[in-house]
């Protein structure tokens, strides 16, 4: 831990990097997974079962936690480590986007997003300088600009002003944020499916000297080549020497890929979100527990892992769980997607450190095509 924010690189293997960032609230390992803790718990689970199972970090959304409990009342309760009882650091998104995918009544202009919650209907108005004074009053330590994401496809012009809006509200908002030693604020590389429009942001965000740097705009619907081949463009544009986030990323397959193209840090809901609906992500592939053919199949999900949830269960159980929409079912599931994930980041994290990432990522993805489920 360090009193300031600090990034190292110790390690690269072709583009993929493994580092560590220093923060006073803790040091998160990179390539990292960032279990998403939507409004304040990380859905069916225990934070402490999310930190043992290897989680140096969380995210929280800022678009729910402003609507409740609130952010005024998150900090007149000693912020949200205090609240939910994770003394870890905590990355925030700035609420733009899931204003766009959830709010009612959503208006978009040069001064922020004045939407509709989809709570109470209650109106609100959120400014570049609003969503990190939020952001602040959460106590959230890696903070993240407001940005207008375009969902994929749309036309050249649309992203193009989508950009260019967000490089503004990055300025305002590197303002708003202030110097707050031992805290970060990331701008957002956007500019859709377009190569120059994402040079061209990813080079005005470097001007801001920031001190990381998310890649958005991605995981809105495109095909993974597409969002490889935006990594490829983008990615060498940005510093070195500060981390990058791949924001809302995604399957154990984009994650090993994303990594071979430089990204360090990365959050989805796939994990917790599948587990509840019954998918399992094991070493050897997917298994949807919904499916019949395990109602009597007395294995667990794998014998040989650490995790409680996949070694102790049978598959038998876990489907007539999830077929019974027990909530235990999206518990255990819940569990092992998220030890899964942080194991396969263990393993990206040392075979980027013993020089054999590229032979891990095919003997991973291998081993999923064979399956053996
Ligand atoms: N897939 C994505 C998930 C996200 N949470 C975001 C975001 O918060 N901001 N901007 C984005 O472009 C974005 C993309």
Known sequence: MTETFQFKLHATDGKARRGEVSMPRGTIRTPAFMPVGTVGTVKAMYLDQVKDLGADIILGNTYHLMLRPGAERV??????????????????????????????????????VTFKSHVDGALFHMSPERSIEIQGLLDSDIQMQLDECVALPAEPKEIERAMEMSLRWAERCKVAFGDQPGKAMFGIVQGGDIPELRVRSAEALKGLDLKGYAVGGLAVGEPQEVMLRMLDITCPELPVEKPRYLMGVGTPDDILRSVAQGIDMFDCVM????????????????????????????????????????????????????????????????????????????????????GRFADFMAETQETWRRGDL
């Open 271 to 354: 994990p917790t979100r599948s587990g509840r609906h019954g998918l399992a992500f094991t070493r050897h592939g997917r298994i949807n527990l919904r499916n019949a053919r395990h109602a009597e199949d007395m294995r667990p999900l794998d014998e040989q892992s650490s995790c409680p949830a996949t070694r102790d269960y049978s598959r038998a159980y876990l489907h007539h769980l999830i077929r019974s929409n027990e909530s235990l079912g999206g518990m255990l599931l819940s569990w092992n997607n998220l030890a899964y994930y942080q194991e396969l980041m263990a393993g990206i994290r040392l075979a980027i450190e013993e």
């Open 75 to 112: 900090a007149r309760l000693g912020g949200l480590h205090n609240l939910i009882r994770w003394q870890g650091p905590i990355l925030t998104d700035s609420g733009g986007f899931q204003v766009m995918s959830l709010a009612g009544l959503r208006k978009l202009d040069e001064q922020g």
